[in-house]
C-alpha cells in the first residue's frame, strides 16, 4: 500500500456544484495531515489542516477517519478559481524510530468548468 | 519575512555539468526540506534537516546527489554530474516542526540536456 493514496482524476465538476476528494494513508503512527493546493507551474500552498474532529473553512471542509485512515477534502458552491490540484499530505510519524517529514499524495486534479 | 527563497528559478545544463540549487529558508524555521516533483512521480522528499543537520537522506536518488546546510539561513542541493533524467522542478520548505505545515519555495525548474 502507498504511503498516501488520492485519486489522480481529472474531476470535472460545474461551477457552483459539490465535489469531495479522498485520500487514504497506509502510516497509523501519523499524527498530522493538511490538504495542500497547487496550482499549475506553482509551488504548493497549505490550503488547511485536518484536525480529529474536523474543520470547516469557509467553503471548505476537511475531515479524518484515523480507523479507516482517511481524509477527505469537501468543496462546495465550487467557482472557477478553485480549479488546481490539491495535495494531500500526512506526516510520516516516528514509527520504529524512523524519521518524520511530511509525505505528499501525488495530487488530485480538479477543474471547475463554467 | 519574504519567505522561502530559492534559486535560480529556471536552470538549463549539459548533461555531466555540476548544478548548484540554493534556499533560504524562513528565518526561525528548524526544519528545512528538499523536494522533487516531477509528473510520474509527484513530490519526492529527497532530504531535511534539523537545525542544520541532516536527519534523514533515504529519499536522495544517488551518490550524484548531496546536500548541506552551512548554516540556518542557507542550504544548498547539489547534482554532480547531472543527467537528463534529473529534470523535474525542486522545491526547498521550511518549516517550525516536523510534523507541520511546510512554507514551499517557488522552486527551481531543472532541465538537463
Known amino acids: 500500500r502507498k504511503e498516501v493514496e488520492q485519486d489522480p482524476g481529472p474531476f470535472n465538476v460545474p461551477e457552483g456544484a459539490t465535489v469531495a476528494f479522498n485520500c487514504t494513508y497506509s502510516?497509523?503512527?501519523?499524527?498530522?495531515f493538511f490538504w495542500y493546493r497547487q496550482d499549475c507551474r506553482k509551488e504548493p500552498k497549505l490550503l488547511m489542516s485536518?484536525?480529529?474532529s474536523g474543520n470547516e473553512d469557509g467553503r471548505f471542509t476537511a475531515q479524518l477517519n484515523r480507523a479507516s485512515q482517511y481524509i477527505s477534502l469537501l468543496i462546495r458552491d465550487s467557482k472557477l478559481s478553485d480549479s488546481a490540484t490539491y495535495l494531500c499530505v500526512v506526516n510520516k510519524g516516528y514509527s520504529g524510530g524512523g524519521a518524520d517529514g511530511l509525505t505528499f499524495g501525488k495530487g488530485t486534479h480538479l477543474i471547475i468548468q463554467p | 519575512d519574504a519567505g522561502v527563497i530559492q534559486s535560480p528559478r529556471h536552470e538549463v545544463t549539459e548533461m555531466g555539468q555540476e548544478v548548484t540549487l540554493r534556499c533560504k529558508p524562513i528565518?526561525?524555521?528548524?526544519?528545512l526540506f528538499w523536494y522533487r516533483q516531477t509528473m510520474m512521480r509527484g513530490l519526492e522528499l529527497l532530504i531535511y534537516?534539523?537545525?542544520?543537520?541532516?536527519?534523514?537522506d533515504s529519499g536522495m536518488p544517488e551518490d550524484r546527489f548531496s546536500a548541506k546546510m552551512p548554516n540556518a539561513s542557507f542550504s544548498t542541493l547539489k547534482i554532480q554530474p547531472s543527467e537528463p533524467r534529473d529534470s523535474a522542478v525542486y522545491f526547498c520548505a521550511s518549516s517550525l516542526r516536523s510534523e507541520a505545515e511546510a512554507f514551499f519555495g517557488q522552486g527551481t525548474r531543472l532541465t538537463v540536456v
Open positions: 534537516f534539523n537545525n542544520n543537520v541532516p536527519i534523514d
Open positions: 485536518v484536525y480529529s
Open positions: 528565518s526561525g524555521h528548524d526544519y
Open positions: 502510516n497509523s503512527a501519523s499524527q498530522s
